[in-house]
Protein backbone atom coordinates (compact mmCIF):
# COMPACT_ATOMS: atom_id res chain seq x y z
CA UNK A 1 0.00 0.00 0.00
CA UNK A 2 1.19 3.73 -0.89
CA UNK A 3 0.46 6.44 1.51
CA UNK A 4 -0.08 9.95 -0.05
CA UNK A 5 1.99 13.24 1.10
CA UNK A 6 3.48 15.92 -0.63
CA UNK A 7 4.70 14.93 -4.48
CA UNK A 8 7.63 16.69 -5.25
CA UNK A 9 7.79 15.23 -8.21
CA UNK A 10 4.73 17.03 -8.86
CA UNK A 11 6.07 20.52 -7.97
CA UNK A 12 5.16 20.38 -4.25
CA UNK A 13 1.74 19.70 -4.61
CA UNK A 14 -0.36 18.35 -1.79
CA UNK A 15 -1.57 15.22 -2.10
CA UNK A 16 -4.22 13.35 -0.13
CA UNK A 17 -2.68 12.64 3.26
CA UNK A 18 -3.75 8.81 5.70
CA UNK A 19 -2.35 8.56 9.28
CA UNK A 20 0.46 7.17 8.55
CA UNK A 21 2.26 9.55 6.63
CA UNK A 22 5.03 10.69 9.07
CA UNK A 23 7.24 8.51 6.60
CA UNK A 24 5.85 4.85 8.29
CA UNK A 25 8.08 5.61 11.22
CA UNK A 26 5.73 4.73 13.47
CA UNK A 27 3.84 1.91 11.74
CA UNK A 28 4.36 -1.88 13.09
CA UNK A 29 5.45 -3.95 10.24
CA UNK A 30 3.70 -6.98 9.53
CA UNK A 31 4.94 -10.27 8.15
CA UNK A 32 4.45 -9.08 4.81
CA UNK A 33 6.69 -6.41 5.51
CA UNK A 34 9.37 -9.10 6.36
CA UNK A 35 8.77 -11.58 3.73
CA UNK A 36 8.80 -8.69 1.32
CA UNK A 37 12.75 -7.86 2.86
CA UNK A 38 13.64 -11.47 2.40
CA UNK A 39 12.60 -11.33 -0.94
CA UNK A 40 14.38 -8.33 -2.32
CA UNK A 41 15.54 -6.29 0.61
CA UNK A 42 18.88 -5.83 1.85
CA UNK A 43 19.54 -7.86 5.65
CA UNK A 44 22.52 -6.52 7.24
CA UNK A 45 24.37 -8.23 10.04
CA UNK A 46 25.40 -6.07 12.85
CA UNK A 47 29.10 -7.76 14.66
CA UNK A 48 27.16 -8.80 17.17
CA UNK A 49 25.38 -11.69 15.29
CA UNK A 50 28.43 -12.89 14.12
CA UNK A 51 30.69 -12.81 17.85
CA UNK A 52 27.03 -14.67 19.01
CA UNK A 53 28.43 -17.51 17.21
CA UNK A 54 31.45 -17.79 19.51
CA UNK A 55 29.58 -17.32 22.39
CA UNK A 56 26.55 -19.75 21.08
CA UNK A 57 26.34 -23.65 21.64
CA UNK A 58 26.14 -25.88 19.05
CA UNK A 59 22.39 -26.42 18.12
CA UNK A 60 22.48 -22.40 18.37
CA UNK A 61 25.21 -21.96 16.32
CA UNK A 62 23.79 -24.36 13.45
CA UNK A 63 20.47 -22.90 13.80
CA UNK A 64 21.92 -19.09 13.47
CA UNK A 65 24.25 -20.21 10.04
CA UNK A 66 21.36 -22.05 8.56
CA UNK A 67 18.97 -19.23 8.48
CA UNK A 68 21.71 -17.03 7.34
CA UNK A 69 22.61 -19.27 4.79
CA UNK A 70 18.96 -19.50 3.47
CA UNK A 71 19.30 -15.42 3.53
CA UNK A 72 22.91 -15.66 1.76
CA UNK A 73 21.86 -13.79 -1.10
CA UNK A 74 20.43 -11.03 0.62
CA UNK A 75 23.21 -10.46 3.32
CA UNK A 76 25.45 -6.97 3.53
CA UNK A 77 28.58 -6.44 6.11
CA UNK A 78 29.64 -2.95 6.58
CA UNK A 79 33.20 -2.48 6.76
CA UNK A 80 32.89 -1.13 10.16
CA UNK A 81 31.29 -4.46 11.15
CA UNK A 82 34.57 -6.22 9.76
CA UNK A 83 36.66 -4.07 11.59
CA UNK A 84 34.75 -5.22 14.91
CA UNK A 85 34.93 -8.81 14.69
CA UNK A 86 38.52 -8.40 13.90
CA UNK A 87 39.20 -6.07 16.90
CA UNK A 88 37.24 -8.42 19.43
CA UNK A 89 37.28 -11.41 18.30
CA UNK A 90 40.41 -12.41 20.75
CA UNK A 91 38.59 -11.32 24.03
CA UNK A 92 37.64 -14.43 26.53
CA UNK A 93 34.76 -12.85 27.00
CA UNK A 94 34.03 -13.92 22.88
CA UNK A 95 36.57 -16.63 21.79
CA UNK A 96 36.24 -18.25 25.25
CA UNK A 97 32.77 -17.24 26.36
CA UNK A 98 31.84 -20.63 27.92
CA UNK A 99 35.16 -21.05 29.71
CA UNK A 100 34.82 -17.81 31.26
CA UNK A 101 30.95 -18.01 32.52
CA UNK A 102 32.04 -21.73 33.75
CA UNK A 103 35.09 -20.22 35.77
CA UNK A 104 32.52 -17.33 37.11
CA UNK A 105 29.79 -20.41 38.25
CA UNK A 106 32.69 -22.27 39.59
CA UNK A 107 33.99 -19.40 41.68
CA UNK A 108 30.23 -19.17 43.34
CA UNK A 109 30.21 -22.46 43.89
CA UNK A 110 33.64 -22.81 45.58
CA UNK A 111 32.63 -19.59 48.04
CA UNK A 112 29.04 -21.53 48.77
CA UNK A 113 31.17 -24.46 51.35
CA UNK A 114 33.17 -21.69 52.55
CA UNK A 115 30.07 -19.34 53.54
CA UNK A 116 28.19 -21.85 55.26
CA UNK A 117 31.40 -22.85 57.14
CA UNK A 118 31.87 -19.54 58.50
CA UNK A 119 28.32 -18.97 59.20
CA UNK A 120 28.67 -22.26 61.13
CA UNK A 121 31.37 -21.42 63.28
CA UNK A 122 30.35 -17.93 64.18
CA UNK A 123 26.87 -19.60 65.29
CA UNK A 124 28.81 -22.30 67.49
CA UNK A 125 30.79 -19.65 69.12
CA UNK A 126 28.12 -17.45 69.79
CA UNK A 127 25.79 -20.36 71.33
CA UNK A 128 28.93 -21.76 72.78
CA UNK A 129 28.17 -25.07 71.54
CA UNK A 130 31.07 -27.63 72.18
CA UNK A 131 32.90 -29.40 69.65
CA UNK A 132 32.54 -32.83 71.14
CA UNK A 133 28.55 -32.83 71.26
CA UNK A 134 26.52 -34.86 68.88
CA UNK A 135 25.10 -32.20 67.13
CA UNK A 136 28.28 -30.77 66.06
CA UNK A 137 29.67 -33.89 64.23
CA UNK A 138 26.21 -33.69 62.42
CA UNK A 139 26.99 -30.27 61.31
CA UNK A 140 30.33 -31.17 60.14
CA UNK A 141 28.84 -34.57 58.23
CA UNK A 142 26.25 -32.10 56.52
CA UNK A 143 29.02 -29.55 55.54
CA UNK A 144 30.85 -32.38 53.96
CA UNK A 145 27.87 -33.14 52.11
CA UNK A 146 28.02 -29.72 50.88
CA UNK A 147 31.17 -29.89 49.98
CA UNK A 148 31.35 -32.66 47.76
CA UNK A 149 27.68 -31.41 45.84
CA UNK A 150 29.62 -27.94 45.05
CA UNK A 151 32.83 -30.00 43.85
CA UNK A 152 29.81 -32.30 41.86
CA UNK A 153 28.24 -29.11 40.24
CA UNK A 154 31.64 -27.39 39.68
CA UNK A 155 32.78 -30.58 37.72
CA UNK A 156 29.41 -30.54 35.49
CA UNK A 157 29.54 -26.88 35.12
CA UNK A 158 33.18 -26.83 33.68
CA UNK A 159 32.07 -30.39 31.61
CA UNK A 160 29.71 -28.76 29.93
CA UNK A 161 31.83 -25.68 28.98
CA UNK A 162 34.06 -27.97 27.81
CA UNK A 163 31.54 -29.76 25.69
CA UNK A 164 30.14 -26.36 24.06
CA UNK A 165 33.34 -24.92 23.62
CA UNK A 166 34.50 -24.15 19.81
CA UNK A 167 38.10 -26.35 19.21
CA UNK A 168 40.52 -24.61 16.97
CA UNK A 169 39.40 -21.01 17.28
CA UNK A 170 43.11 -20.32 18.45
CA UNK A 171 44.84 -20.12 14.33
CA UNK A 172 42.29 -18.19 12.19
CA UNK A 173 43.01 -20.87 9.59
CA UNK A 174 41.53 -23.58 11.78
CA UNK A 175 38.44 -21.59 13.17
CA UNK A 176 35.01 -23.34 12.28
CA UNK A 177 33.10 -19.69 12.71
CA UNK A 178 35.73 -18.11 10.42
CA UNK A 179 35.27 -20.94 7.67
CA UNK A 180 31.81 -20.77 7.82
CA UNK A 181 32.22 -16.63 7.54
CA UNK A 182 34.05 -16.86 4.76
CA UNK A 183 32.28 -19.15 2.27
CA UNK A 184 28.84 -17.68 3.77
CA UNK A 185 30.07 -13.43 3.39
CA UNK A 186 32.50 -14.04 0.21
CA UNK A 187 32.26 -10.43 -2.01
CA UNK A 188 28.87 -9.45 0.88
CA UNK A 189 31.06 -7.37 2.95
CA UNK A 190 31.14 -3.38 2.28
CA UNK A 191 34.69 -1.44 1.63
CA UNK A 192 35.98 1.28 4.27
CA UNK A 193 35.87 4.62 3.81
CA UNK A 194 38.17 6.89 2.43
CA UNK A 195 40.48 8.08 5.53
CA UNK A 196 39.37 11.88 4.66
CA UNK A 197 35.22 10.72 4.83
CA UNK A 198 36.25 8.21 7.92
CA UNK A 199 37.75 11.42 9.89
CA UNK A 200 34.85 13.44 9.15
CA UNK A 201 32.42 10.83 10.20
CA UNK A 202 33.88 10.20 13.81
CA UNK A 203 33.81 14.35 14.14
CA UNK A 204 30.18 14.02 12.87
CA UNK A 205 29.35 11.28 15.26
CA UNK A 206 30.35 13.19 18.50
CA UNK A 207 28.86 16.20 17.05
CA UNK A 208 25.42 14.13 16.66
CA UNK A 209 26.06 12.73 20.47
CA UNK A 210 26.19 16.27 21.93
CA UNK A 211 22.29 16.65 20.31
CA UNK A 212 21.62 12.48 21.32
CA UNK A 213 21.38 11.78 17.61
CA UNK A 214 21.01 8.24 17.27
CA UNK A 215 22.77 5.69 16.65
CA UNK A 216 25.47 5.23 18.97
CA UNK A 217 24.93 8.34 21.21
CA UNK A 218 25.29 6.28 24.15
CA UNK A 219 29.09 4.90 23.36
CA UNK A 220 30.49 8.45 24.03
CA UNK A 221 29.58 7.92 27.56
CA UNK A 222 32.38 5.16 27.55
CA UNK A 223 34.58 4.52 24.61
CA UNK A 224 36.85 7.06 23.09
CA UNK A 225 35.77 8.73 20.44
CA UNK A 226 37.29 6.29 17.69
CA UNK A 227 35.81 3.58 19.39
CA UNK A 228 32.33 5.15 20.33
CA UNK A 229 31.98 6.82 16.56
CA UNK A 230 31.44 2.85 15.55
CA UNK A 231 27.78 2.93 15.30
CA UNK A 232 27.55 5.85 13.17
CA UNK A 233 30.18 4.64 11.11
CA UNK A 234 28.28 1.40 10.39
CA UNK A 235 25.54 3.78 10.01
CA UNK A 236 26.82 5.60 7.31
CA UNK A 237 28.25 2.97 5.48
CA UNK A 238 24.57 1.02 5.92
CA UNK A 239 22.91 4.23 4.19
CA UNK A 240 25.59 4.99 1.49
CA UNK A 241 24.92 0.73 0.26
CA UNK A 242 21.45 1.34 0.52
CA UNK A 243 21.36 4.69 -1.41
CA UNK A 244 23.45 2.57 -4.47
CA UNK A 245 20.98 -0.50 -4.13
CA UNK A 246 17.72 0.99 -3.68
CA UNK A 247 15.19 -1.36 -1.68
CA UNK A 248 14.83 -1.57 2.24
CA UNK A 249 16.68 -2.57 4.75
CA UNK A 250 16.63 -5.00 7.73
CA UNK A 251 19.27 -4.53 9.93
CA UNK A 252 19.99 -7.17 12.55
CA UNK A 253 21.22 -6.57 16.09
CA UNK A 254 21.31 -7.21 19.26
CA UNK A 255 22.28 -3.46 19.97
CA UNK A 256 19.48 -3.24 22.62
CA UNK A 257 20.21 0.37 23.60
CA UNK A 258 18.04 3.32 23.31
CA UNK A 259 20.12 4.86 20.75
CA UNK A 260 18.99 2.26 17.99
CA UNK A 261 15.21 1.63 19.47
CA UNK A 262 12.39 2.81 21.29
CA UNK A 263 12.21 0.28 23.78
CA UNK A 264 9.14 -2.55 24.20
CA UNK A 265 6.33 -1.14 26.51
CA UNK A 266 4.05 -3.56 28.12
CA UNK A 267 2.33 -5.19 24.89
CA UNK A 268 4.11 -2.87 22.15
CA UNK A 269 7.26 -4.05 20.73
CA UNK A 270 10.52 -2.70 20.56
CA UNK A 271 10.73 -0.87 17.13
CA UNK A 272 13.83 1.22 15.45
CA UNK A 273 14.12 5.08 16.63
CA UNK A 274 11.80 6.65 14.33
CA UNK A 275 14.52 9.53 14.06
CA UNK A 276 16.47 6.27 11.81
CA UNK A 277 13.38 5.53 9.46
CA UNK A 278 13.30 8.85 8.47
CA UNK A 279 17.00 9.41 7.53
CA UNK A 280 17.23 5.96 5.50
CA UNK A 281 13.97 6.95 3.63
CA UNK A 282 15.31 10.69 2.87
CA UNK A 283 18.96 9.37 2.00
CA UNK A 284 17.87 5.86 0.53
CA UNK A 285 14.40 6.07 -0.35
CA UNK A 286 14.07 2.66 1.45
CA UNK A 287 12.30 1.43 4.73
CA UNK A 288 14.19 0.37 7.80
CA UNK A 289 13.46 -3.13 9.55
CA UNK A 290 15.17 -4.21 13.20
CA UNK A 291 15.70 -7.29 14.30
CA UNK A 292 17.26 -9.14 17.44
CA UNK A 293 18.72 -12.38 16.07
CA UNK A 294 16.45 -14.51 17.98
CA UNK A 295 13.79 -12.36 16.29
CA UNK A 296 15.08 -13.41 12.89
CA UNK A 297 15.46 -16.89 13.68
CA UNK A 298 11.54 -16.56 14.79
CA UNK A 299 10.49 -15.01 11.57
CA UNK A 300 13.41 -16.90 8.72
CA UNK A 301 11.20 -19.87 10.24
CA UNK A 302 7.62 -18.81 9.71
CA UNK A 303 8.37 -17.48 6.31
CA UNK A 304 11.53 -19.38 4.68
CA UNK A 305 10.61 -22.80 3.29
CA UNK A 306 12.88 -25.61 4.40
CA UNK A 307 14.00 -24.29 7.67
CA UNK A 308 12.91 -25.62 11.24
CA UNK A 309 14.91 -23.71 14.43
CA UNK A 310 14.80 -25.24 18.14
CA UNK A 311 12.93 -22.83 20.33
CA UNK A 312 15.85 -23.22 22.86
CA UNK A 313 18.26 -21.84 19.83
CA UNK A 314 15.66 -18.37 20.12
CA UNK A 315 15.81 -18.41 23.75
CA UNK A 316 19.50 -18.42 24.13
CA UNK A 317 20.04 -15.82 21.44
CA UNK A 318 17.78 -13.32 23.53
CA UNK A 319 19.70 -14.47 26.67
CA UNK A 320 22.66 -13.06 24.75
CA UNK A 321 21.58 -9.74 23.93
CA UNK A 322 23.42 -7.02 24.37
CA UNK A 323 26.40 -9.59 25.77
CA UNK A 324 29.34 -7.43 25.77
CA UNK A 325 27.86 -4.31 25.48
CA UNK A 326 26.56 -3.75 29.02
CA UNK A 327 29.10 -5.19 31.50
CA UNK A 328 28.52 -7.08 34.56
CA UNK A 329 26.01 -4.66 36.52
CA UNK A 330 27.35 -6.11 39.80
CA UNK A 331 30.67 -4.79 39.27
CA UNK A 332 31.87 -0.84 39.71
CA UNK A 333 31.21 0.56 36.11
CA UNK A 334 33.08 3.99 36.88
CA UNK A 335 36.12 5.59 37.72
CA UNK A 336 36.75 5.40 41.52
CA UNK A 337 40.09 7.65 43.11
CA UNK A 338 42.37 4.42 43.08
CA UNK A 339 41.75 3.88 39.21
CA UNK A 340 41.90 7.24 38.32
CA UNK A 341 45.07 7.24 40.26
CA UNK A 342 46.61 4.59 38.66
CA UNK A 343 46.01 5.80 35.10
CA UNK A 344 47.11 9.42 35.72
CA UNK A 345 50.40 7.60 37.04
CA UNK A 346 50.66 5.42 34.31
CA UNK A 347 49.98 8.30 31.79
CA UNK A 348 52.83 10.18 33.40
CA UNK A 349 55.15 7.57 32.61
CA UNK A 350 54.16 6.79 29.10
CA UNK A 351 53.04 10.19 27.91
CA UNK A 352 54.23 13.00 29.63
CA UNK A 353 52.71 15.43 27.25
CA UNK A 354 49.14 14.17 27.34
CA UNK A 355 49.70 14.08 31.48
CA UNK A 356 50.28 17.51 31.65
CA UNK A 357 47.06 18.39 29.30
CA UNK A 358 45.16 15.90 31.30
CA UNK A 359 46.38 18.37 34.93
CA UNK A 360 45.82 21.05 33.16
CA UNK A 361 42.53 20.58 32.45
CA UNK A 362 41.81 18.84 36.18
CA UNK A 363 43.06 22.28 37.49
CA UNK A 364 40.83 24.47 35.16
CA UNK A 365 37.12 23.15 35.51
CA UNK A 366 37.59 20.19 33.33
CA UNK A 367 38.73 21.91 29.73
CA UNK A 368 41.86 22.86 28.31
CA UNK A 369 42.09 24.68 25.50
CA UNK A 370 43.69 24.51 21.91
CA UNK A 371 46.12 27.17 22.10
CA UNK A 372 47.21 26.03 26.09
CA UNK A 373 47.86 22.38 24.23
CA UNK A 374 50.30 23.87 22.23
CA UNK A 375 51.51 25.63 24.67
CA UNK A 376 52.14 22.44 27.42
CA UNK A 377 53.77 20.53 24.36
CA UNK A 378 55.97 22.66 22.78
CA UNK A 379 54.25 21.60 19.49
CA UNK A 380 54.74 23.66 15.93
CA UNK A 381 52.01 25.90 15.29
CA UNK A 382 51.72 23.83 11.73
CA UNK A 383 51.24 20.57 13.44
CA UNK A 384 47.27 19.40 13.63
CA UNK A 385 46.01 17.24 16.48
CA UNK A 386 44.45 14.20 15.22
CA UNK A 387 44.77 11.67 17.05
CA UNK A 388 45.87 13.34 20.25
CA UNK A 389 43.52 11.28 22.08
CA UNK A 390 44.99 8.06 21.34
CA UNK A 391 47.41 7.54 24.26
CA UNK A 392 44.49 7.77 26.11
CA UNK A 393 42.60 5.17 24.32
CA UNK A 394 46.29 2.78 25.10
CA UNK A 395 46.31 3.22 28.43
CA UNK A 396 42.76 2.59 28.97
CA UNK A 397 43.15 -0.38 27.07
CA UNK A 398 46.13 -2.00 29.29
CA UNK A 399 44.69 -0.78 31.99
CA UNK A 400 41.48 -2.87 30.82
CA UNK A 401 43.67 -5.68 30.37
CA UNK A 402 45.17 -5.61 33.81
CA UNK A 403 42.12 -5.73 35.50
CA UNK A 404 42.16 -2.07 37.26
CA UNK A 405 39.68 -0.32 34.58
CA UNK A 406 36.13 -2.46 33.63
CA UNK A 407 35.87 -1.04 30.59
CA UNK A 408 32.96 0.79 31.34
CA UNK A 409 34.42 3.94 32.87
CA UNK A 410 33.76 7.00 30.58
CA UNK A 411 36.32 8.09 28.44
CA UNK A 412 38.76 10.64 30.13
CA UNK A 413 39.22 12.97 27.64
CA UNK A 414 37.14 14.25 24.78
CA UNK A 415 37.92 15.98 21.88
CA UNK A 416 35.73 19.47 21.69
CA UNK A 417 35.58 20.00 17.35
CA UNK A 418 34.53 23.47 15.94
CA UNK A 419 35.42 26.61 14.98
CA UNK A 420 34.30 29.76 12.69
CA UNK A 421 37.40 28.89 10.91
CA UNK A 422 38.14 25.36 11.17
CA UNK A 423 35.05 23.72 11.84
CA UNK A 424 36.56 20.06 11.33
CA UNK A 425 39.48 21.07 14.30
CA UNK A 426 40.23 20.51 17.89
CA UNK A 427 38.94 24.01 19.95
CA UNK A 428 40.07 21.75 23.03
CA UNK A 429 39.83 18.66 25.18
CA UNK A 430 37.53 18.35 28.04
CA UNK A 431 37.16 15.76 30.93
CA UNK A 432 34.77 13.63 31.85
CA UNK A 433 32.38 15.04 34.47
CA UNK A 434 32.66 11.94 36.87
CA UNK A 435 36.24 12.64 37.18
CA UNK A 436 36.64 15.90 38.58
CA UNK A 437 35.31 15.08 42.11
CA UNK A 438 37.74 12.46 42.23
CA UNK A 439 41.26 15.30 40.81
CA UNK A 440 39.61 17.08 43.79
CA UNK A 441 40.00 14.60 46.52
CA UNK A 442 43.45 13.58 44.71
CA UNK A 443 44.66 17.19 44.97
CA UNK A 444 43.47 17.55 48.36
CA UNK A 445 45.07 14.26 49.70
CA UNK A 446 48.48 15.40 48.30
CA UNK A 447 48.26 18.77 49.49
CA UNK A 448 50.95 19.60 52.33
CA UNK A 449 50.33 19.69 55.72
CA UNK A 450 50.51 23.05 57.34
CA UNK A 451 53.85 23.46 59.01
CA UNK A 452 52.68 24.79 62.78
CA UNK A 453 54.90 28.03 64.22
CA UNK A 454 56.33 26.01 66.64
CA UNK A 455 57.50 23.58 64.20
CA UNK A 456 59.29 25.94 62.40
CA UNK A 457 63.05 25.65 62.12
CA UNK A 458 64.78 28.42 63.88
CA UNK A 459 66.16 31.28 61.74
Known amino acids: MTYAGTDPEAGGVEVPRGIFDCDEAYRSPVAADYAHV ?41 HQVLTEIWRNREQRSVRHHHSTKAKDAAAVMDKVPRTAEDAVERWMRDVRLKKDEAVTQQIEAALEQLREAAAELRGLIEGQAKLDALVGTAETYTDPVLTELETLLSGRIGGPLPQDEYDKAVQEAQTRAEDEIPPGYEDFRTKSPEQAAGDYVLWLQLMQEAQRRGGDVLLVTGDV ?79 GVMSLGRFVGELEARYPVHHKVVVEAAQNGGFVDRARVYELAGYRPDRQLKGFTRPISTVTRNLEDKGVLTGEEPFLLRTIYGSPDEPSWATGFRLADEVMAFFARMAEETKPEPVRGDEQAAP
Not at 53 to 71: I, M, Q
Not at 302 to 329: C, F, I, K, M
Open 38 to 78: FRTGMVVLDTNVLLNLYRSNERTRLDTLAVLTKLRDRLWVP
Open 257 to 335: KKDWWVPRDADIPARPRPELVVELRKQAGGRLYMLTPGELLKWAEDLLEGLEVDEDSVSDLDRLRGEGQDGDTSAPTGW
